[in-house]
């Protein structure tokens, strides 16, 4: 991953010149995830110029790409080989690109089973703040010493450095997958899929539906597998919560819209709402939240949930202190049209007592990679 391209050397010159007029540069590939993060004014450097895949190695389950190649370029690559980007990475719109979906760090219905996108990312090269061309990583999974920078790029919302290209493990398609849908409360939910979680069974998602103030809601959940261990898990556990299976388009698309939030409960957000995505131990069980929205839903056997209610700060640091006080952090995930821009979108990790220490190591990483400050847009706290 270091062959010269003129490119390469156009977004050295819009870095060089961002550092000596000490201003910051807001990285942007298709945009579908600009509303992601705190909102800046700064000048875009667009990633699409810098597209393609570079090498696919299917037998070493291992592509290598250009962070401005659309996501979609990638997954119909993977797909004549039977494989998949198996934590499902949300696209957000038609334009998503590979750089993009690493900056967001985000993934969907599969992260509980097989991991974040963090843990798929092999290798990479940046550009640094000083305009530097860096390679770190590679092309398998091995252990290295010191910082493995090229994992601290997902979820970086490109504030540390410009990525150029990444290497990243891709898994096989399973073999077989099922999904199964029933009517139960949400503390029976979390109940059973954590009992689940822990036995040898092929659950790969799942996903509850319902009201936060208690009753029956809907839970799906997923199976991937060998075919015999699918066909093996059906009748034990859906005799265990009397779930039927759903047929496979409508799973599909469930899974889907699900990881493309356009389930109601996502698109429905008010002019005043926000929608907070809380973060919280797999032990956790169902949390009362005053003056959210009837509707919620869990996922990520209730690891991860989404809850609608005001964007007001009062709201945000009550919710906080409820999945502090749970273990976890709360974001503000999306913003209805009336909410403030200039509102605080994470929990900071100053506000997080385990947490602390990491602040001195994040100031350090960003001094070292960027001392002129190109990329500080403080998208990212």
Not at 177 to 186: E, G, V, W
Not at 190 to 216: D, F, H, M, R, T
Not at 248 to 276: C, I, P, V
Not at 330 to 340: E, L, M, S, V
């Amino acid at each position: 991953m270091s062959k010269p391209h003129p490119q390469i050397d156009a977004f050295r010159e819009q870095i060089l010149n961002a550092a000596k007029n000490k201003t910051a540069l807001s990285i942007e590939g298709g945009g579908t995830k600009s509303w992601y993060g705190n909102p800046n004014g700064y000048t875009k450097l667009d990633t699409r110029s810098y597209s393609g895949i570079l090498e696919y190695q299917p037998e070493e389950l291992v592509i290598t790409a250009c962070a401005g190649t659309p996501l979609k370029e990638i997954e119909a690559a993977l797909k004549e080989k039977n494989q998949v980007l198996a934590f499902e990475p949300p696209h957000f719109g038609e334009n998503a690109t590979f750089g993009g979906a690493i900056a967001a760090g985000l993934a969907g219905p599969g992260r509980i089973t097989v991991g974040n996108f963090r843990d798929f990312v092999l290798g990479a090269r940046i550009l640094d703040g000083k305009g530097q061309d860096l390679s770190f990583g590679g092309k398998v999974m091995k252990n290295v010493a010191g910082y493995d920078v090229s994992r601290l790029l997902p979820g970086s919302l490109g504030t540390l450095a410009l990525l150029l290209e990444a290497s990243v493990k891709v898994l096989p398609k399973p073999a077989a997958t099922t999904t199964l849908r029933c009517q139960i409360s949400q503390e029976n939910a979390l109940k059973v899929l954590n009992e689940w979680a822990g036995q040898p069974l092929p659950l790969s998602a799942s996903c509850w539906i319902g009201s936060a103030k208690g009753g029956v809601g809907e839970l799906t959940f997923r199976l991937a597998a060998a075919a015999a261990a699918v066909k093996a898990a059906v009748p034990l556990m859906s005799s265990l919560v009397n779930a039927t299976e759903i047929n496979s388009e409508d799973a599909e698309n469930f899974w889907s819209d699900l990881r493309e939030q356009k389930h109601s409960m996502f698109a429905n957000l008010g002019a005043d709402q926000t929608l907070y995505r809380l973060a919280l131990p797999a032990a956790c069980g169902p949390i009362s939240i005053e003056g959210a929205a009837k509707e919620i839903i869990l996922e990520w056997h209730g690891q991860q949930r989404w809850v609608k209610a005001s964007g007001d700060e009062a709201t945000f640091k009550a919710i906080k202190e409820l999945a502090s006080a749970h273990g976890g952090h709360a974001t503000r995930f999306k913003q209805g049209a009336n909410i403030d821009p200039g509102y605080q979108r994470f929990t900071l990790l100053s506000e997080q007592a385990h947490s602390k220490a990491l602040e001195a190591v994040q100031e350090r990483l960003r001094s070292a990679f960027d001392p002129a400050g190109v990329f500080a847009t403080k998208r990212l706290p």
